[in-house]
Each structure stands twice: as structure tokens, then as C-alpha cells.
């Protein structure tokens, strides 16, 4: 019988060379040999992204989210996202943790986020083209490109050049 491949495991095979532990391992962390970290306060384990899970009955649940649920009263709205400040997951203070009423909220704060670590001021946005942050009164947004005035002449005046050789 042919047993996993990872040395000193010996369980029989299941799937690309590993035991069922070994390949359950790997398809929820990409690890065949990752295993869940222990807090040292003894308070769940951290996955390998970084975040707390708590095991509560038979779920296994989210800390950031068991915190903000316990600070709302009630269960999050199936849509909301809990967004960590300081974008460290496993810190979990109620005063690190926002809650966002959707994923479009979220990814909001964290464009804010950036900008405000890049060039201090948190409405700038940043030009598709050159990648430098400005103003939004100094570019062209729509609903997907924000782009400078020049950059967005030079783009088209390069498609132009193309399309004429």
C-alpha cells in the first residue's frame, strides 16, 4: 500500500501524494504542512493569513467577527465586511475593527488608506497611467479609469500611432 509522501506521516494515500490530512491541508491553506498556530494566550488558533478563528460548539467563527457582532448586538447583515485598521488581522480590539455595510465600503477605505500612507491626503487618487497620486480636480475619472489629462492624451495618441502603422 502506498502511504503520503510527507516524511515521518505514513498514512495511507489519498490524493497528489499526501494522506487526507495532508491534502485537506493543503486545499484550505496551499500548505500540505501548514498547521494551525495556537495563540499564545490561548484564545483560538491563526491561520496562515493571519486571522483568529475560535471554535464555538461545532463552527469554527471568526474572531474579528464574533467582536464586531458582540459590539452591533446582532449578527452582521450577510453582505457587511469587518475591516481591520491598522490591516493587521489579528488584531481584533473593537477599536481596530470597522464594520462595512459592503465589500464596495471596504475596498474604499483601504484606496483611502493608500493614499493617505502614499502622499498624506486621503481623497487623492491615483492616475492609471504614471501611478503618481494627485488631486481629483487634476484628472479624469470615470467609473473604472482615473487618469491625468496629458496621460490620457499620450495613451491615445500612442493608440493612435499604433493603429495607423
Not at 91 to 111: A, D, E, F, G, R
Amino acid at each position: 500500500m502506498k502511504t503520503c509522501s510527507i516524511p515521518e506521516c505514513g498514512g495511507p494515500l489519498f490524493c497528489r501524494t499526501w494522506c487526507r490530512r495532508h491534502y485537506l491541508s493543503w486545499w484550505k491553506h496551499g500548505d500540505p504542512v501548514a498547521s494551525k498556530q495556537k495563540r499564545p494566550d490561548g484564545s483560538g488558533n491563526t491561520r496562515p493569513d493571519g486571522y483568529v478563528v475560535k471554535q464555538s460548539g461545532s463552527k469554527h467563527i471568526f474572531e474579528h467577527i464574533r467582536i464586531a457582532e458582540r459590539a452591533l448586538g446582532k449578527p452582521l447583515p450577510l453582505i457587511s465586511q469587518v475591516h481591520h485598521v491598522d490591516e493587521n488581522p489579528s488584531n481584533n480590539t473593537s477599536s481596530n475593527l470597522v464594520i462595512c455595510p459592503s465589500q464596495t465600503y471596504h475596498m474604499l477605505l483601504h484606496q483611502r488608506t493608500d493614499a493617505l500612507n502614499s502622499c498624506g491626503h486621503a481623497d487623492w487618487r491615483k492616475c492609471n497611467c504614471c501611478k503618481t497620486y494627485d488631486d481629483p480636480e487634476n484628472l479624469l475619472i470615470s467609473k473604472t479609469n482615473v487618469h491625468h489629462r496629458e496621460c490620457f492624451n499620450n495613451y491615445q495618441r500612442a493608440r493612435r500611432k499604433e493603429k495607423s502603422l
